[in-house]
């Protein structure tokens, strides 16, 4: 079965700091993965995503993850963190499509964000 | 552009009564997804519909009941309302893949039931 896991359930990072948050995978074929972004009371909103081919995948409010297979992982980077970044980040892993494409969600990492 | 829209954004119940919520996907998108998502829980997959038909299901509970309308909105039923069901439910829709987009799931900001 499909699982996901972030090892980090809060960080806290200086303002204009760098970010990776871990994500771990457990999949048999090649995963769809996805980073959400979810701020509190709000809904989730989809940072990027990894289907195929470039491992290095560019998503919005700057963020980047890579996806290595080696290590069943896909990490989310982010060169200089705004407060505006602070939220809640989900990793998610999605099912075949033909089983439905349901997402299965990490734990979530808190971000705080110093000044 | 359009976004996924869900009603009620709140609602408050007391325990045995019923709840309906509401998701209307994004147009063109012809699959929608259901998640609970508990205080400080990641969000649990509850039931999925393609093309009207229920295409998968979850931890839903047999109280709970969803369906997809012709026009692709979707209704959860939930019936004999528990403390427990106090959670935040997000509607998510998606084209399929193999369309440009296809795959990605859009959430709506969910509809906050407490259950009293």
């Known amino acids: 079965a499909q699982s996901v896991t972030q090892p980090d359930i809060h960080i806290t990072v200086s303002e204009g700091a760098s970010l990776e948050l871990r994500c771990n995978y457990s999949?048999?074929?090649?995963?769809?993965l996805f980073w959400y972004v979810q701020s509190p009371g709000q809904g989730l909103q989809l940072l990027l995503k990894?289907?195929?081919?470039?491992?290095l995948v560019q998503g919005i409010k700057g963020f980047e993850a890579e996806f290595k297979r080696s290590q069943s992982s896909f990490n989310l980077r982010k060169p200089s963190v705004h407060w505006s970044d602070a939220a809640e980040y989900f990793c998610?892993?999605?099912?075949?499509?033909?089983?439905?494409?349901?997402?299965?969600f990490g734990q979530g990492t808190e971000l705080s964000v110093k000044p | 552009a359009a976004g996924v829209i869900q009603s009620p954004r709140h609602l408050i119940k007391e325990k045995r009564e019923t709840a309906t919520l509401k998701c209307y996907p994004i147009?063109?998108?012809?699959?929608v997804y259901w998640y609970q998502q508990g205080p400080g829980q990641d969000p649990q997959f509850l039931i999925s519909?393609?093309?009207?038909?229920?295409?998968d299901k979850g931890s839903i509970p047999d109280r709970f009941s969803a369906q997809q309308f012709s026009d692709y909105h979707s209704e959860l039923n939930m019936s004999s309302l528990e403390l427990g069901d106090s959670a935040l439910y997000f509607c998510a829709s998606s084209l399929p893949l193999g369309l440009a987009g296809g795959g990605e799931q859009y959430f709506g900001p969910g509809t906050r039931l407490t259950v009293t």
């Open positions: 998610a892993v999605a099912a075949p499509y033909n089983q439905g494409g349901k997402l299965i």
């Open positions: 147009p063109r998108h012809d699959t």
């Open positions: 999949y048999g074929a090649t995963p769809y």
């Open positions: 519909f393609y093309e009207k038909m229920q295409s």
């Open positions: 990894y289907f195929s081919g470039d491992t």
